[in-house]
């Protein structure tokens, strides 16, 4: 066997050298009271026998509760104020560009996968949108690639040639359950051919986006989801699930989106362009969520008072919290470089827009559901380990899920879960 350390510090935190393969699963928007609903209607047979011999808590994610500043989170184990992800993209002042942040190069923060690869590591990420991938393969000497483009890897490029004969399922739409499933599909025939020593699983929110938990569609995708880690467990692996954030419905009695149209109200006080609303959530992905989540940051012009604005949005219908810049950045550390004068957040179940010629919901089939805010701060975190040097009380953030794989989980009790069952 090869050498390697003890221990492989990253970000200020250090990480045991894993015992058995460790995978750790973002389950995207994965509200809390999708598995509970799973669990009860008998959808999820493995994570029902796991639980009680593992461990299962609640976390918070990162607020904005999006995809990518949770996703990279969880990789480099602190907060945005750490790796300068905060959404999709961000407006820089010097420029007047609104500016994407899907390039490695606004990653502030090293992985801890990068960090282990380094020290002799296996290492594999499979991320369901090719969105994320760069980003999480970022300095990564490892096998990296995503669902979405799975037929186009290389050795040079993603670590493996030809993923998708690896896994041996065609190739999934991008908006479609099947994208994550090929997700835990690959991950399982990753772990049956290479047995990484840490292995990463992102999948997408297409299936939450639309259907509320306990529905037959979300059941059958969290069954799906149980016969995969079933089989991860069955190769001796510790699995930590968790998720980047929750969902909810964004929507009245009614079923109808309930929406701030944000930039309007301003240019309504202030006139036009004085203040420009960004939305982190927009992507080039936005059939499913018309680009609309509980949370934007607004940009203003020099000479506005933002403790002005910051006042008169609160008292807007709907907004739950409204801060400035500083505070806003204090509170949910966030990158006060990537943040505009005025961070806003809404209520449960609404979401913030721009104006309503800007977002399409001809795309959307099924009532709003979305993401973005605090109310979607609470996710799983849970492992088929137990976990007994963790406090009752500590309060668990979804950044810790490597922390508590490699630190904190014990060794399985023999028989093997999947084997007692
Ligand atoms: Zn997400």
């Not at 490695?104 to 991320?127: E, H, M, Q, S």
């Not at 772990?191 to 569609?217: F, I, N």
């Not at 109310?375 to 975190?381: A, D």
Request: with cysteine; net charge negative.
């Amino acid at each position: 066997m090869a050498q390697h350390p003890a221990a492989v510090s990253v970000n200020g935190r250090t990480y045991a050298w894993p015992q058995d393969p460790t995978v750790v699963v973002c389950i995207d928007g994965s509200e809390p009271d999708y598995m509970i609903q799973a669990v009860a209607a008998g959808a999820m047979p493995w994570l029902a026998r796991a639980l009680p011999q593992g461990t299962d808590r609640l976390a918070d994610c990162v607020v904005p509760s999006f995809t990518n500043p949770n996703n990279l989170s969880i990789v480099t184990g602190g907060p945005p104020a750490l790796h300068g992800i905060c959404g999709n993209y961000f407006f820089d002042r010097a420029s007047g560009q609104e500016v994407m942040m899907n390039d490695p190069a606004y990653l502030r923060a090293d992985t801890i996968l990068a960090a282990f690869a380094r020290a002799g590591a296996k290492v594999a990420v499979v991320t369901a949108k090719d969105k994320l991938r760069r980003l999480l393969g970022k300095g990564l000497a490892g096998i990296c690639f995503s669902a979405e483009k799975a037929d186009e890897t290389s050795r040079a490029e993603h670590g493996i040639d030809d993923a998708l004969g690896l896994v041996g399922r065609p190739l999934p739409s991008v908006y479609s359950a099947d994208l994550s499933e090929f997700v835990f599909a690959a991950g399982v025939r990753l772990m049956e051919t290479m047995r990484p020593d840490l292995l990463y699983l992102s999948t997408t929110d297409y299936v939450q986006h639309k259907h509320a938990p306990g529905s037959a569609p979300a059941n059958d995708f969290y069954r799906m989801i149980d016969s995969y880690l079933a089989r991860l467990d069955a190769q001796g692996a510790v699995v930590a699930l968790t998720a980047d954030h929750g969902m909810n419905a964004k929507t009245d009695g009614e079923g109808r989106p309930q929406i701030i149209f944000l930039q309007d109200v301003l240019d309504g006080w202030l006139g036009p362009k004085r203040a420009r609303v960004i939305l982190p959530i927009t992507d080039p992905y936005v059939v499913h969520h018309g680009a609309l989540g509980s949370f934007a940051t607004v940009y203003l012009e020099d000479g506005i008072d933002a403790g002005e604005i910051v006042d008169l949005l609160s008292g807007l219908r709907g907004m739950e919290l409204v801060l400035p810049r500083a505070e806003g950045c204090r509170r949910f550390e966030l990158p006060e470089d990537r943040m505009g004068d005025v961070i806003a957040i809404a209520r449960r179940h609404v979401v913030i827009g721009t104006s309503p010629s800007r977002h399409d919901l001809g795309g959307l089939d099924a009532p709003l559901r979305s993401h973005g805010g605090i109310s979607e701060q609470r996710v799983p975190l849970m492992l088929n380990r137990r976990t007994p040097g963790l406090p009752a009380e500590a309060k668990l953030r979804n950044f810790s899920a490597f922390d508590l794989a490699l630190n904190h989980a014990v060794a399985a009790a023999a028989p093997a879960l999947s084997r007692a069952g």
